[in-house]
């Protein structure tokens, strides 16, 4: 059974920094592609980052790109997402997903398969 838990989350004041993980159960880790989504109220799923299994190589939505940072540990089958410069259009539940690889390298959420509960981020000014 594959599952994805979240941690990391919760409150910060505008400027500051949080790092958020996604511990995988139930599958080959490194065969998949991993990525990043949040979801505010009221707005559509945004995607935020995600690491190609393959090479490593990352993507990342316009509005984190700069400030966020992807990565990811095989052995501890965890992705990370380092955030910082926090503002409070980053308020939202952060998601992590599973990405098949024959799907590819994407943003689109509809590529991936398997998400996790998430972890709520507050921004304050």
């Known amino acids: 059974q594959v599952q994805l838990v979240e941690s990391g989350g919760g409150s910060v004041q505008a400027g500051g920094s949080l790092r958020l993980s996604c511990e995988a159960s139930?599958?080959?880790?490194?065969?998949?592609?991993m990525g990043w989504f949040r979801q505010a109220p009221g707005k559509e799923r945004e995607f935020v980052a995600a690491?190609?299994?393959?090479?490593?190589?990352?993507m990342y939505g316009d509005s984190v790109k700069g400030r966020f940072t992807i990565s990811r540990d095989n052995a501890k089958n965890t992705v990370f997402l380092q955030m910082n410069s926090l503002n409070r259009e980053d308020t939202a539940i952060y998601l992590c997903?599973?990405?098949?690889?024959?799907?590819?390298?994407?943003?689109?959420?509809?590529?991936?398969?398997?998400w996790g509960q998430g972890t709520q981020v507050t921004v304050s000014s």
């Open positions: 690491i190609n299994w393959h090479d490593g190589s990352t």
């Open positions: 997903a599973r990405g098949p690889l024959w799907r590819g390298f994407t943003s689109a959420a509809s590529a991936y398969d398997y």
């Open positions: 139930g599958l080959t880790f490194n065969n998949y592609h």
